[in-house]
């Protein structure tokens, strides 16, 4: 099963921007729709934007669109959340995901998770 690190996680005020990468841990030839999901202190763990394989649609909650970008880069396998107009309320362990099955809003129809990265904004 394929593996993800995420990365580019950190503090920033709010305002701010962050982008996070998410790319697997082994070589892989996989091309399967990605996504972004969050988990803030106390709550369970929650969609922000997702991308099909070859990049053409993507989607969003409503909480960020307009500004947050997902946006993958096939020739380096790797997926990418630009995060703009940082709020506080966007504090969360941030989760790449891959391979949905059914309803990309759903965590649990996702096929295989990173471990996370840390987004904390101060206001």
């Known amino acids: 099963q394929v593996q993800l690190l995420e990365s580019g996680g950190g503090s920033v005020q709010a305002g701010g921007a962050l982008r996070l990468s998410c790319a697997p841990s082994e070589r892989t030839s996989s091309r399967d729709p990605m996504g972004w999901f969050r988990q803030p202190p106390g709550k369970e763990r929650e969609f922000v934007a997702a991308i099909t394989s070859s990049g053409a649609d993507t989607f969003y909650d409503a909480s960020v669109k307009g500004r947050f970008t997902i946006s993958r880069d096939n020739a380096k396998n790797t997926v990418y959340l630009q995060m703009n107009n940082l709020k506080p309320e966007d504090t969360a362990v941030y989760y790449c995901?891959?391979?949905?099955?059914?309803?990309?809003?759903?965590?649990?129809?996702?096929?295989?998770w990173g471990q996370g990265t840390q987004v904390t904004v101060s206001s």
């Open positions: 995901a891959g391979d949905p099955d059914g309803n990309y809003r759903d965590a649990a129809d996702w096929g295989y």
